[in-house]
């Protein structure tokens, strides 16, 4: 099947500090999805693309829909405490729901 | 009141035992899902259902089937349980399917911890 590279696995970062990751692939994909996962918590979604090259915010989270169908990145700006958390991306490449592939996760820890 | 609800939130049991996860959801939405997190929280959709087609990931064994008695509600089945299958299974829903470009926004249930001896 499909697989996507997320990276960082984790980051340690100071409070006020910005976030980047970003998941990669060989596989060309229709829809990324970014969700995040607190902990004993299910996923939330964040932030949902649908065209190459779509920038699109939420909040103080950015993500891109990379130009080549092959790469997504998510940004959070002026981090803060309650952005401790797992978070995954997804890519959507059609077909069935075995089109639906997840990253690894990153784990973020924050801190004070 | 929970948006997604799941029971049991813990389920403990024997290897070759059958047993079953019940999802609810409240927001009238058309299309359901399962989704398993093993111990490396790595996350697998499982299906995805509305009320014109279950979508299956072909790699989930059949011993897993879904179940919908009516729009609300999509049960898990498990026969013959194995100790792999030991993880945290969830529950969601959405308007449309999510990765069809509608913005759907997703809601999770709170998961279902299982745990096979």
């Known amino acids: 099947g499909q697989q996507l590279n997320q990276s960082p696995q984790s980051m340690f970062i100071q409070e006020g500090e910005d976030v980047s990751m970003n998941c990669t692939s060989s596989?060309?994909?229709?829809?990324w999805l970014w969700y995040k996962q607190d902990p004993g918590e299910g996923p939330v979604l964040l932030i949902a693309l649908y065209k190459a090259g779509e920038l699109t915010s939420n909040g103080r989270l950015t993500a891109q829909f990379g130009i080549t169908r092959k790469d997504s990145f998510l940004n959070i700006s002026a981090s803060i405490p309650s952005d401790v958390g797992i978070y995954f991306c997804?890519?959507?490449?059609?077909?069935?729901?075995?089109?639906?592939?997840f990253g690894k996760g990153t784990h973020l820890i924050i801190q004070p | 009141d929970t948006a997604v609800s799941q029971t049991p939130k813990y389920l403990v049991t024997q290897m070759g035992n059958d047993k079953s996860i019940k999802c609810e959801q409240n927001?009238?939405?058309?299309?359901m899902y399962w989704y398993k997190q093993d111990s490396k929280k790595f996350l697998k959709i499982m299906f995805s259902y509305n009320n014109k087609e279950l979508i299956i990931n072909e790699t989930v064994p059949n011993r897993f089937s879904p179940k919908s008695p009516d729009k609300a509600h999509l049960n898990l089945h498990i026969n013959s349980l194995e100790l792999g299958d030991s993880a945290v299974y969830f529950c969601?829903?959405?308007?449309?399917?999510?990765?069809?470009?509608?913005?759907?926004?997703?809601?999770f249930g709170p998961g279902t911890r299982l745990l096979v001896l």
């Open positions: 997804a890519g959507y490449s059609g077909g069935g729901a075995d089109g639906l592939t």
């Open positions: 927001l009238g939405h058309d299309t």
């Open positions: 969601a829903s959405s308007q449309e399917w999510l990765a069809g470009g509608f913005g759907e926004t997703q809601y």
């Open positions: 596989s060309i994909f229709n829809t």
